[in-house]
């Protein structure tokens, strides 16, 4: 599962990507600097980890892990080939969420790819590329389908149905995730075309160090415009970030936040936000050899979350051990929590809770 950072050219798409990432993406002044995706594997922040860290004293920690991917800038005319248009559109359908970068703050030696700076403007060439490129999918597959309809197939007069209407919404500039088709019909006949404006979208609006904390008028008009859609808007202010993650020092990096009125680096927000954007959750191993922090989806059951460990783990599931986050670090240990007789024994159908602490027995 990963999620792609998409934008204009030269919003701060690169310099986001090196905050988040040990990796370090080229980042320059001009357009199309980011010509392969830079992929990054990242940290997500989770201070839980640090207090079974505390508790059980393990040879190490491993946190749970979310994949950022680094997309070159589209511009005008993406969905027709422009720019790099195609390459890029194929790279966001690779992926699962999509994190859609705006520019929220005004510097004249930083060029914009269209004079100024309106990031409602930029909202919408975005997401105009990528209904075009959607709506060019559904119209390819209605072709496909009108022939099976006309021959009176249940099914395929259904599907028809569907694309008609997402044909429409996009025409009419409304992205699939935001038009009303009920969820059985969208997972039947949706969710496979593998829509880009299907995919889930968080707002990242870069801001400079002023408006880090509060936001600013650009935000504010970002807010109302996608107050519809069901999409959650972060505020960063990117440059910062870049700056912060220069320091070695913990200590200072804190006085660096606190000096601007954060209380945590916005990217660790944005990390955790893609996380759930994802619909990934966590579940915790703990034990003296190792405490780690393991990503399940969101309605996992039991066998599915051994499964993450090893798949032998998932065949052979007999029943899991389950310790609530919160009786752990009240009660100090395992031991303390079986004497206490908060330990759950759980079976096959058991879904898992964000925060447990699990213990599998399998047999193959």
Known sequence: MKAGIVGLPNVGKSTLF???????????????????????????????????????????????????????????????????????????????????????????????????????????????????????????????????????????????????????????????????????????????????????????CNVDEDAAVAGNEYVNKVREAVKDENAEVIVLAVGTEADITELDDYEERQMFLADIGLEEPGSAVLIRGAYKLLNQQTYFTAGVKEVRAWTVNIGATAPQAAGVIHTDFEKGFIRAEVIKYDDFVEYGSEAKVREAGKLGVQGKDYVVNDGDVMHFLFNV
């Open 18 to 204: 090196n905050c988040l990432s040990n990796a370090k993406a080229q980042s320059a002044n001009y357009p199309f600097c980011t010509i392969e995706p830079n992929v990054g594997v990242v940290n997500v922040p989770d201070n839980r980890l640090a207090k079974l860290e505390e508790l059980v004293s393990p040879e190490r920690v491993i946190p749970a892990t979310v994949e950022i991917v680094d997309i070159a800038g589209l511009v005008k005319g993406a969905s027709k080939g422009e720019g790099l248009g195609n390459q890029f559109l194929g790279n966001i359908r690779e992926t699962d969420a999509i994190l859609h970068v705006l520019r929220c703050f005004d510097n004249d030696n930083i060029v914009h790819v269209d004079g100024s700076v309106d990031p409602i403007r930029d909202k919408e060439t975005i997401d105009i590329e990528l209904q075009l490129k959607d709506l060019e999918t559904a119209e390819k597959k209605l072709e496909k389908v009108k022939r099976a309809a006309r021959t009176g197939n249940k099914e395929a007069q259904a599907e028809e149905a569907a694309l008609l209407k997402i044909k429409e919404g996009l025409e009419a500039g409304i992205s699939v995730r935001a038009i009303d088709i009920d969820e059985d019909t969208r997972e039947e006949f949706v969710k496979p075309l593998q829509f880009i404006t299907d995919k889930p979208v968080m707002y990242v």
